[in-house]
């Protein structure tokens, strides 16, 4: 399949790559050319030097880039360059309002607009093994899922525009309460004075086993924050969280807690650590 692919950042590249490796003729853009030049010259693709130059003509567009404008900007760059009937794809995790707007633009021009955002973090892009949750036709996500595939271990359409987003929504609420909790239960055990190596042996294979345990127990409880997703993006995303429980009355009172700690672990300088920093705030202070 001919597609473009917007975004060719710690997410991005690795995903377009797979589709290069999966045999697919792709042409890669990014806000910062040297880097789909670089992106291009590692893969074998092609690059861009703008939006509707990457668009033209292509029956796949797909885009993870930084938030709401930056989807609408490159959407509507994008959309009359297209071949007939193509489809968007759209892995930024945004509102769910800019999902349905872009749904809406692409219907109006014959084109569909899948949003997916994607569960898996950098590591999950790498190898290849993100989790998609989908908005929108479901005729035209079944068209490019074969495609979609080649960087996902699995694919849910969730409904109609924006049910991806929404989905998306209850994966970040999810992890902020569960981090939050693995934060704690690190300092209690280092304050409690047990070996901390040993207190994740005794309690990780049991009911409180988590994939935030697995992979983060050890290094929050040695102070290393160099591990996937940023707190700027988790704060990013959680305050799409809060914005649509404004509308929609849910109740996320300890959401709306954890968000306000991860400002705190901003205030610390830790704007680029890993969400497990959390655990950072309740260690001693000089």
Not at 225 to 246: I, P, Q, S, Y
Not at 253 to 262: E, I, K, M, N, R
Request: net charge negative.
């Amino acid at each position: 399949m001919k597609i473009a692919f917007a975004g060719l950042g710690v997410m991005g590249a690795p995903m377009a790559r797979h589709l290069i490796e999966a045999g697919h003729d792709v042409t890669g853009f990014n806000r910062t050319a040297s880097k789909a030049e670089a992106w291009a010259a590692a893969t074998g693709g092609k690059a861009a030097a703008t939006v509707a130059e990457a668009a033209r003509g292509v029956d796949l567009f797909i885009l993870c880039v930084g938030n709401d404008e930056d989807v609408r900007a490159v959407v509507t760059e994008a959309l009359p360059h297209l071949s007939k009937a193509a489809v968007i794809v759209d892995h930024t995790t945004t509102s769910a309002k800019v999902a349905r707007e872009m749904a809406e633009l692409a219907n109006e021009q014959g084109k569909s607009f899948i949003d997916a955002p994607v569960s898996g973090g950098q590591a999950g892009a790498e190898n290849g093994q993100l989790s998609v949750m989908a908005g929108g036709d479901a005729a035209a996500l079944a068209r490019v899922e074969p495609v979609v595939k080649a960087y996902s271990k699995a694919i849910k359409h969730m409904g109609p525009a924006g049910s991806g987003q929404l989905t998306k929504m209850v994966n970040q609420i999810a992890i902020a309460g569960v981090v939050q909790g693995l934060a704690e239960a690190v300092h209690f055990a280092q304050v409690a004075g047990l070996n901390a190596d040993a207190a994740y042996e005794a309690v990780s294979k049991g009911a409180a086993q988590s994939w935030q345990m697995d992979n983060r127990w050890k290094t929050a409880a040695k102070g290393e924050f160099d591990f996937g997703f940023a707190v700027d993006w988790m704060r990013k995303d959680l305050g799409l969280v809060l914005d649509e429980a404004r509308t929609n009355g849910a109740r996320l009172s300890l959401t709306a807690l954890v968000d306000q700690f991860y400002a705190e672990v901003q205030a610390m300088g830790g704007n680029r650590w890993d969400t497990s920093s959390l655990a950072a705030r309740l260690q001693p202070r000089d």
